[in-house]
């Protein structure tokens, strides 16, 4: 199933929702005719508010943004869009005449990932897109591939859940078939105790109570766990305090 749908993810790629941007008719007119050519969806818009506007109605897989433009430019687009976007990821180039060193740093802080420097042939634009598809690709197997560990791991989870309860049922019972024994032994111990017994007898009897007692306590652990939570175990060191008491 995840192959499937990771083969008509990649098959969509073919044919993409592009956005581009550039109040620059000319360059909007070039950059959207190539793509077109190859079978691209291609929204275009010459500035940067109504950009926004169509990428916050299609979430277009790449868009191609003009630095420069009016009223909204291309650097505070991309952050809004870093900003809004979730799990649909979209792959942004910038067309920029700006050179330095400075200007690129700023513009991948603001989330741009790749950049074409006007003057450009067509060739190179197509050559960009290419990139563009191919990491595309990828975060798209990467989110697929997180999807399906994600949904692995609740569906472990849900089982262990599932054995702990049982687990839990299981030791209940068992605790509460135990108990009922061992206390009529006691029970017949303290019985015992009433009558005329001899010194061994008695250290005998004593030791059956003893031990019961010690039984009985070793129960009510185990009843504890079965019902508690994994952080909630406080009752095991309250009851090994009282036995060194009692030890001592």
Known sequence: M????LHGFLARLVSMNILV???DSAIRFLVSS????????VDSAENGYDAWTAWKRDHHQLAIFDWTMPGLEGLEL????????SQEFTYIILITARPGRANYLEAMDSGVDDFISKPFETEQLLA??????????LHENLRLANTELERRVCERTAELEEALRA?????????????TPMN?????AQVLQLKGLSAEQEANVQQIITSGRHLLTLIDRVLGVSKSSPDDLSFLATSKACESVKEA
């Open 2 to 5: 995840l192959c499937a749908y």
């Open 21 to 23: 941007a550039d109040d």
């Open 34 to 41: 190539a793509l077109s050519e190859l079978g691209h969806n």
């Open 78 to 85: 991309c952050r809004r869009i870093r900003f809004e976007q």
């Open 128 to 137: 960009h897109v290419r990139v563009a598809t191919r990491i595309l690709g």
């Open 167 to 179: 687990k839990g049922e299981f030791l209940s019972r068992a605790s509460h078939e135990l108990r």
């Open 184 to 188: 009529h032994i006691l029970g017949f």
